[in-house]
């Protein structure tokens, strides 16, 4: 309990440096600030075990000061979406679907640098386990911009919502593997020629098996491998193959 006072006592501290230094700083800029300027410990960027990293409070002062002398210019939406994907790799999921939020919220759906945010804030959500969220984001651009380069991708992240969303038994588990199934045949009829129709196709193999399905898994595991042999997905579905071949169904079964 006595550590965990003084790491409190710490922190508080250098929220005070900070403030001192830059009073006009909100409690999320100051958050994002602590994070940014920490020495990352570890495995690179934020993780379960040393959070964003290291309290630095000379860097954290020194930016809270270079934020207060900066000029204020309203960042483009370009350079909204760079952060945001910048954050994403260093995985501050609420900071980068912050940056994601505000380009959507100028409402130009038009523009690509839009539906990529709208997809990469989806993204963020299903990487946070929100698999409603991203689910909703992901139907949104689909519908929207079908023809775009970001169509495609999220149609099949479609599938992939609904195959990871957890279920409350069987029988809700079974309907939610039928929605992804369901997905991702309508992906393939949608973009035949796209580059993920091999992913598309291990992940519906595997909601069929799921699904007690083995013979309709077997023909498109057969199917993809008469296509896309060549492929890296090739290893998972003939591994997939041999597994009901065996007379295992269940594709996550040991």
């Given at each position: 309990?006595?550590?965990?006072?003084?790491i409190?006592?710490?922190?508080?501290?250098?929220?005070?440096?900070?403030?001192e230094?830059?009073?006009?700083?909100?409690?999320?800029?100051?958050?994002?600030?602590?994070?940014?300027?920490?020495?990352?410990?570890?495995?690179?960027?934020?993780?379960?075990?040393?959070?964003?990293?290291?309290?630095?409070?000379?860097?954290?002062?020194?930016?809270?000061?270079?934020?207060?002398?900066?000029?204020?210019?309203?960042?483009?939406?370009?350079?909204?979406?760079?952060?945001?994907?910048?954050?994403m790799?260093?995985?501050?999921?609420?900071?980068?679907?912050?940056?994601?939020?505000?380009?959507?919220?100028?409402?130009?759906?038009?523009?690509?640098?839009?539906?990529?945010?709208?997809?990469?804030?989806?993204?963020?959500?299903?990487?946070?386990?929100?698999?409603?969220?991203?689910?909703?984001?992901?139907?949104?651009?689909?519908?929207?911009?079908?023809?775009?380069?970001?169509?495609?991708?999220?149609?099949?992240?479609?599938?992939?919502?609904?195959k990871?969303?957890?279920a409350?038994g069987?029988?809700?588990?079974?309907?939610?593997?039928?929605?992804?199934?369901?997905?991702?045949?309508?992906?393939?009829q949608?973009?035949?020629?796209?580059?993920?129709?091999?992913?598309?196709?291990?992940?519906?193999?595997?909601?069929?098996?799921?699904?007690?399905?083995?013979?309709?898994?077997?023909?498109?595991?057969?199917?993809?491998?008469?296509?896309?042999?060549?492929?890296?997905?090739?290893?998972?579905?003939?591994?997939?193959?041999?597994?009901?071949?065996?007379?295992?169904?269940?594709?996550?079964?040991?």
């Open positions: 309990l006595n550590r965990i006072w003084v409190v006592w710490c922190v508080a501290g250098v929220v005070a440096l900070v403030c230094a830059n009073p006009n700083l909100s409690v999320d800029q100051i958050r994002e600030l602590l994070e940014e300027t920490a020495t990352d410990l570890g495995d690179t960027g934020r993780d379960n075990e040393t959070g964003a990293g290291l309290i630095n409070a000379y860097k954290a002062v020194s930016r809270a000061k270079e934020m207060l002398t900066q000029a204020k210019v309203e960042k483009s939406p370009e350079d909204l979406l760079t952060e945001g994907q910048r954050m790799v260093g995985n501050n999921l609420p900071a980068a679907n912050q940056r994601f939020m505000r380009i959507i919220h100028t409402g130009d759906f038009a523009n690509d640098t839009t539906l990529a945010a709208m997809y990469y804030l989806s993204e963020g959500y299903y990487r946070q386990g929100n698999f409603r969220g991203a689910l909703s984001g992901f139907a949104k651009l689909a519908e929207i911009s079908p023809k775009s380069a970001w169509g495609p991708k999220a149609a099949f992240q479609i599938g992939k919502c609904y990871e969303t957890p409350n069987t029988a809700e588990a079974n309907l939610t593997f039928q929605k992804a199934d369901d997905a991702f045949t309508k992906f393939f949608t973009y035949p020629d796209h580059e993920w129709v091999p992913l598309a196709a291990v992940e519906k193999a595997n909601c069929q098996a799921s699904l007690g399905r083995t013979a309709e898994a077997l023909i498109t595991l057969k199917m993809f491998m008469e296509r896309f042999s060549n492929r890296p997905e090739a290893v998972a579905a003939v591994e997939l193959m041999q597994r009901l071949e065996g007379g295992t169904a269940d594709p996550l079964a040991p």
